[in-house]
């Protein structure tokens, strides 16, 4: 059974970005090597030529869309376009945008917000629990439900192999 939803960082829609991956190489691994390299020698006969595509995601969650922040879109509509301002760059098809249209979203206060928020993560020290700090009731029952899973993982074991090898 193949699930999306799991343990982990989620995002709004309740799926762990792990699983997410986990499901796209999934996708992925239908094609192999041996498949792609088939595909790319027909295109070469047949005389098509064999276009390479490079992609670069920007994943920030819970940040703001990389695509209204550096990828601007200057020909779209403005409906459509990001809101910061941009200038030709040396190459063609090149734009850079204007730092200050970043710098200007960003106000002292939210800096301060941001670097006393990460002070504190790096100033906490953690302190791991020992197994004697544990009161005796506990260590007793997770002690108990580990021989329980143990016990049920070598009976699946046998059963396995009974019906593998029993015949």
């Not at 020992?130 to 016990?151: C, K, P, V």
Request: some cysteine; hydrophobic content about 40%.
């Amino acid at each position: 059974m193949l699930l999306f939803t799991g343990r982990g960082t989620k995002t709004c829609d309740g799926v762990s970005r792990r699983r997410f991956l986990c499901v796209g190489s999934l996708g992925l691994g239908g094609l192999s090597l041996a498949d792609l390299l088939r595909h790319e020698a027909h295109a070469r006969e047949a005389g098509r030529p064999v276009r390479r595509k490079s992609v670069i995601l920007i994943w920030l969650a819970g940040g703001p869309s990389h695509l209204d922040m550096y990828d601007l879109k200057p020909a779209a509509p403005a409906e459509i376009r990001g809101e910061g301002e941009s200038k030709e760059g040396r190459f063609q098809q090149m734009r850079v945008i204007l730092a200050e249209s970043v710098a200007n979203r960003m106000t002292e206060a939210k800096l301060k917000q941001v670097l006393d928020k990460l002070k504190e993560e790096f100033d906490a020290r953690p302190q791991p629990e020992r197994l004697e700090n544990f009161d005796s009731n506990l260590a007793a029952e997770t002690q108990q439900r580990a021989m329980y899973a143990i016990l049920a993982s070598w009976v699946a074991i046998l059963l396995y192999l009974w019906f593998r090898f029993g015949n």
